[in-house]
């Protein structure tokens, strides 16, 4: 079957980094993408990756590894208000999209 | 503000009660979704709709009806829902289906709705 993992929660203090990974299992892979999700709004696009290596975007990067079915989003110089659910999603050979169940971030002073 | 506008925001029906979601986008997309969102659980895709034609019904029990007159509104009706079914329901948008690789999802703030 087709899987996404992710870690359920996590913790961090404002002004650190914190890094949220993200594996999956697809049949096929035609990009992996992060989204954003405060609680009770809209997800919001973050990135999208199909090749290998880093994609940087001010704070938030994200990094794709397709041999090791794995990518992480890096969040730096965390703010308050980057808490939130992280949410990644991969499309597979007939670019349906799985998804993760989400990581929540908290942020603590 | 996403472009994608969902009502009502939350919706406590019972059992035998018959009621509707709406949304609409105001981004000029073809492509319109309705997803399901649980507690902890992955995003489920229940319809998709590609310049205003149904594409895809992912196994959703017949209690779930949508309903799209055209490209910029979507409608989910409600009947005889289960408790089970209390859910956060997602309308989303895209430019196009054909290139969904690139494309990012636009989405709603979602229903909020509690099945009694």
């Known amino acids: 079957g087709q899987n996404i993992d992710q870690p359920t929660e996590m913790t961090a203090t404002e002004g650190a980094i914190v890094q949220i990974n993200c594996t999956y299992q697809t049949s096929g892979f035609n990009g992996l993408f992060w989204y954003q999700q405060h609680a009770g709004e809209a997800p919001t696009f973050l990135s999208y990756?199909?090749l290998d290596g880093l994609e940087e975007k001010g704070r938030f990067s994200s990094f794709l590894s397709r041999s090791k079915g794995y990518s992480y989003l890096l969040l730096k110089e965390l703010q308050m208000k980057d808490s939130a659910s992280y949410l990644c999603a991969v499309a597979d050979s007939n670019y349906q999209l799985i998804w993760g169940a989400g990581t929540k971030l908290i942020i603590k002073p | 503000e996403t472009g994608v506008t969902q009502t009502p925001r939350h919706l406590v029906m019972g059992m035998t009660n018959k009621k509707s979601l709406k949304c609409e986008q105001h981004l000029g997309h073809n492509a319109m979704y309705w997803y399901k969102q649980s507690a902890k659980k992955p995003l489920e895709l229940m319809f998709v709709?590609?310049?205003?034609?149904?594409?895809e019904n992912n196994s959703v029990p017949s209690r779930f009806s949508p309903e799209c007159p055209n490209s910029s509104h979507l409608f989910l009706h409600l009947h005889t829902l289960q408790p089970e079914d209390s859910a956060l329901y997602l309308c989303?948008?895209?430019?196009?289906?054909?290139?969904?690789?690139?494309?990012?999802?636009?989405f709603g703030s979602g229903t909020q709705l509690s099945v009694l």
């Open positions: 990756n199909v």
């Open positions: 709709y590609n310049f205003k034609e149904q594409t």
């Open positions: 989303a948008s895209s430019q196009d289906l054909d290139k969904i690789v690139n494309e990012k999802l636009f």
